[in-house]
Every structure is written in C-alpha cells, then in structure tokens.
C-alpha cells in the first residue's frame, strides 16, 4: 500500500513539472504572457521567473554533449576504502614472496658455495 502511495506521489509530481514546463515554453514561443503564466501555476511572477530559469538551466544541462556510454558510476567510500586496502596489501603480498624467493635463492647458493669451498681445501690438501 505504501509502494502504491508513493508511485502515486511521484506521478502526480512529474504531472505537475510537466505542466509548469509546458507554461514556460506556452511564455517563451510567445503565446502567452509571463504573468498569465505566472497567473496559470499560481505564483508571484518572481517565483515564476525563478522557476524558468532553474528550467532553462536544466535543459542547458541536459543538453550538453557527454562522452558516449554509460556514466561512471558513483564510488562508494567505504567500497574505494576496501579497494584501496586490497591493493596495498596485493602489494605487500607480492613483495613477501620477492623476499622469499630471494631467500631461497640465497639459500641455495650458501649451499653450492659450502660444497665448492668443501671440494677446493680437499684438491689443496693434495697437492
């Protein structure tokens, strides 16, 4: 019931945009004047001045040209925060298992370097 009720909101202020569009374009092409429009929506002339401009500033807007394609879309902080989390630590990741095979590495060449040294005292010994 409460879904019905504010679809039913919602349309009945698009019908009422429509209809103070339609005055302010009826005031433009010249058809009517500013204050009866103004005297049509049921407002001063200053707020109906208002109102055009605001309209006029929409469409201006609306009319711009973008880039083709979806828009980006909005970045929710706290998923950029994540975002940004997850990559520092792929990074730290990354460096960790630089060091460790580093390490292996190093490991290994201790170990040729010990037997190589083994096998030059052993030829010195008999000469």
Do not use: C
């Not at 500033?57 to 609306?62: C, D, E, G, K, T």
């Not at 460790?100 to 040729?112: D, M, P, Q, T």
Request: no cysteine; net charge positive; hydrophobic share 35%.
């Amino acid at each position: 019931m409460e879904e019905k009720r504010g679809r039913h909101t919602k349309e009945k202020a698009q019908q009422l945009a429509r209809e103070r569009a339609l005055v302010i374009l009826r005031v433009h092409e010249g058809t009517i004047t500013a204050k009866q429009g103004s005297h049509l929506l049921g407002v001063s002339r200053k707020t109906y001045y208002e109102w055009e401009e605001k309209a006029l500033r929409a469409m201006a807007l609306a009319l711009e040209n973008r880039p083709p394609g979806r828009p980006p879309a909005l970045m929710d902080p706290e998923k950029e925060a994540l975002r940004e989390r997850i990559q520092e630590l792929e990074e730290k990741l990354e460096q960790a298992e630089r060091i460790i095979e580093v390490k292996e590495l190093l490991g290994v060449y201790e170990e040729f370097r010990h037997k190589g040294s083994k096998k030059n005292r052993s030829i010195g010994k008999r000469l």
